[in-house]
């Protein structure tokens, strides 16, 4: 059995150690928003939080990490409130959404290490793709979860989960329901 930390929670897998960890947290934790996009480690959309480091988890083997801590997209924030999550939903990051996961976390990681990241540092270290073209407004969001972590700026909280879409239509014009 291979033993590790997933979003703070010790875990067992009885699975082959070879299996990569993607696999071990959608199939066997139900972890989904790590999302397979590639499975080459080209795309990022798999990128979860190891001991600190953003990794492409899809070319992880869970028996090369026995002991190690890793983060997921669900484990970053219980109520989505994390500061790249918020500055992801202001800046308008968000389009068909399937690469913002792997995005967020690659994001957290960074500025983990670097609460002041030049934008040359934030394209150099967020290589995941998109095919939406959301690179312009990724900069932006990442400066801007900066500053809110170096307590410069303030971020409005989106919507909370499990809100219904009429309350989330009352504060967000886009959404109203069509009128009958």
Not at 64 to 79: F, K
Not at 155 to 174: N, Q
Request: proline share 7%; aromatic share 4%.
């Amino acid at each position: 059995m291979t033993s590790f930390t997933v979003n703070n929670q010790p875990v067992r897998y009885r699975l082959d150690p070879e299996t990569p960890l993607l696999w071990a947290l959608r199939d066997a934790s139900n972890l989904t928003g790590t999302k397979y996009g590639c499975g080459t480690g080209h795309c990022g959309a798999c990128t979860v939080d190891l001991d600190g480091r953003a990794v492409r988890s899809c070319q992880v083997t869970i028996g090369a990490i026995e002991g190690s801590y890793v983060t997921t997209i669900e484990g970053l924030s219980r109520e989505r409130n994390h500061p790249v999550q918020l500055a992801f939903l202001a800046e308008n990051v968000v389009q068909c959404g399937f690469c913002i996961p792997g995005m967020v976390m690659a994001a957290a990681v960074l500025l983990k290490r670097d609460q002041n990241p030049s934008d040359a540092t934030i394209r150099a270290t967020m290589t995941n793709l998109c095919r939406c073209g959301i690179y312009p407004r990724l900069i932006e969001a990442v400066q801007r979860a900066a500053r809110a972590l170096r307590g410069e700026e303030t971020i409005p909280a989106g919507a909370r989960p499990g809100i219904d879409p009429a309350d989330s239509a009352r504060s967000v014009p886009a959404l109203v329901p069509p009128r009958d």
